[in-house]
């Protein structure tokens, strides 16, 4: 199982917004460093967004201090105005960076009705700028949100599946079972995102589940609870949620550090220390 990091882009306002850079591409170094296969960025989740989001921005300048570390940007579908300026701004991106851009679209929710002709082509017009349209890394490179329609087109064109942390137990399970069916002999890929602090021991762990707000919107307005404990029962966690749902790839959401600063790099050190060694696998040959 590939594992990746979470960040989101927009954690500080516009005023200190070259402070919240610096964080992020502190977290991307050290995670290209550690050895995680994804660093991803996300913003303006909580409602459709009016503009291209700001990771994008990000995703260019994280691209010049990584050399290795694929940068994947989670993108709610915006206005169907901004669709060709966006479909040109990953083109670009993939092309500055050496082809590491990954995308996850949510087409949940869209707002506005839009037709399933419009959709197609824009699928088919992403797949070709990030250059993976007939190729085994297809659902690596493009990955749709788990929702009754797109489990469905994910399957049939062949792209990931990203499970959303706000899925429940059963929702989830029939998520999977219709990608895989759906899929069939096609190449596919399953994500799913999680929200994870970690305490070097017991102690540590006792003071994260005090300060921490164990329950937070994650890509959603929905509260999840973040998984919390030391490296050992992370893993073991981890382990579980890899088996259970037949996952290629778990992103770790990086815990909250409002109370302590340092925090979020602290977490992503003992996950790259700690936790990774005993999940990552080489990814199957299937996929790519």
């Not at 399933?116 to 349209?133: N, P």
């Not at 992103?251 to 790099?265: D, K, V, Y």
Request: with cysteine.
């Amino acid at each position: 199982m590939r594992v990746s990091i979470f960040s989101s882009a927009d954690q500080l306002p516009p005023t200190r917004r070259t402070q919240s850079f610096v964080a992020i591409e502190n977290q991307a170094v050290a995670a290209e460093i550690a050895g995680f296969s994804t660093f991803w960025l996300a913003d303006q989740w909580l409602r459709i967004p009016p503009r291209l989001p700001l990771a994008l921005g990000l995703i260019q300048k994280l691209s010049v201090v990584t050399n290795r570390i694929d940068l994947g940007i989670a993108i709610r579908l915006p206005p169907e105005s901004l669709w060709e300026r966006l479909l040109n701004e990953l083109q670009h991106l993939n092309d500055f960076s050496s082809g590491r851009v990954r995308v996850a679209l949510d087409m949940r929710d869209p707002g506005a009705a839009i037709s399933s002709t419009a959709i197609s082509d824009l699928l088919d017009a992403m797949s070709g700028r990030l250059d993976a349209h007939g190729t085994w890394s297809l659902p690596h490179r493009l990955t749709l949100f788990a929702d009754p329609i797109s489990v469905i087109t994910a399957g049939r064109r062949g792209l990931g599946l990203l499970v959303a942390p706000d899925d429940t137990r059963h929702s989830r399970d029939l998520a999977l079972a219709h990608y895989h069916e759906a899929r069939a002999t096609r190449p596919g890929w399953v994500t799913r995102l999680l929200s994870v602090a970690v305490g070097a021991d017991p102690d540590e762990v006792a003071n994260l589940r005090r300060q921490l707000p164990l329950e937070a919107p994650l890509l959603s307005s929905a509260v999840e609870r973040t998984l919390v404990g030391t490296a050992a029962e992370i893993t073991a966690q981890l382990t579980i949620a890899e088996i259970a749902d037949g996952l290629d790839e778990v992103i770790c959401a990086l815990a909250p550090g409002a109370l302590r600063p340092t925090l979020p790099l602290q977490t992503l050190d003992l996950l790259g220390r700690a936790v990774l060694p005993h999940l990552y696998t080489a990814p199957s040959p299937a996929y790519w």
